[in-house]
T-cell receptor, first 114, second 111 residues
Framework: ETGVTQTPRHLVMGMTNKKSLKCEQH?????MYWYKQSAKKPLELMFV???????ENNSVPSRFSPECPNSSHLFLHLHTLQPEDSALYLC?????????????FGPGTRLTVT | GENVEQHPSTLSVQEGDSAVIKCTYS??????FPWYKQELGKRPQLIID?????GEKKDQRIAVTLNKTAKHFSLHITETQPEDSAVYFC??????????FGTGTKLQVIP
């Protein structure tokens, strides 16, 4: 698959587990994002990385820990989550082109916290 | 920070009719306004966008209008078809690191 890929596509975890979500972009973009999509807040920005540096943390609880080792890979480390964290987690990437910033989304990871 | 409001939250139209979705934003520094379409079970994808130096943009059956003075922009879909059924998100951006999305509109086109 080209573009933006995410693994795993589905994840079920208990509240005491530790897991990680992975995102990879094959587009040569320099910015990567994590979004949370739920019924309450359809597209909620969590984190932004620009050239591997975190530039935005949208008041996300510390039980979510992002990591961006390079411009092509982005991780979201999860620990001691709550049932309300169950949602679709979308990764996206972008590159500014003449004032437009199209977000290319991955397919998402459907997370269920039990 | 930026706040984007989107209305209506749900919209049903007969096939062939037009659909209009409206958004307002709060930050006058925002200069890029994209619209994304998310079909059921799929990822959001850009369908059209407009920059602040343009008042209207068209792409076949889709058009977007922008009123910077009033801080609102709209998506217009003409001659709707069943495959237009999806959730549509508007967004406002002042830079590619700060894209704020609206709450989405679920459009249903009735055959």
């Amino acid at each position: 698959e080209t573009g933006v890929t995410q693994t795993p596509r589905h994840l079920v975890m208990g509240m005491t587990n530790k897991k990680s979500l992975k995102c990879e972009q094959h587009l040569g973009h320099n910015a990567m994002y994590w979004y949370k999509q739920s019924a309450k807040k359809p597209l909620e920005l969590m984190f932004v990385y620009n050239f591997k540096e975190q530039t935005e943390n949208n008041s996300v609880p510390s039980r979510f820990s992002p990591e961006c080792p390079n411009s092509s890979h982005l991780f979201l480390h999860l620990h001691t989550l709550q049932p309300e964290d169950s949602a679709l987690y979308l990764c996206a990437s972008s590159q500014e082109v003449t004032g437009t910033y199209e977000q290319y989304f991955g397919p998402g990871t459907r997370l269920t916290v039990t | 920070g930026e706040n984007v409001e989107q209305h209506p939250s749900t919209l049903s139209v007969q096939e062939g009719d037009s659909a209009v979705i409206k958004c307002t934003y709060s930050d006058s520094a925002s200069n890029y306004f994209p619209w994304y379409k998310q079909e059921l079970g799929k990822r959001p994808q850009l369908i059209i966008d407009i920059r602040s130096n343009v008042g209207e943009k068209k792409d076949q059956r889709i058009a977007v209008t922008l009123n910077k003075t009033a801080k609102h922009f709209s998506l217009h879909i003409t001659e709707t078809q069943p495959e237009d059924s999806a959730v549509y998100f508007c967004a406002a951006a002042g830079g590619y690191q700060k894209v704020t999305f609206g709450t989405g509109t679920k459009l249903q086109v009735i055959p």
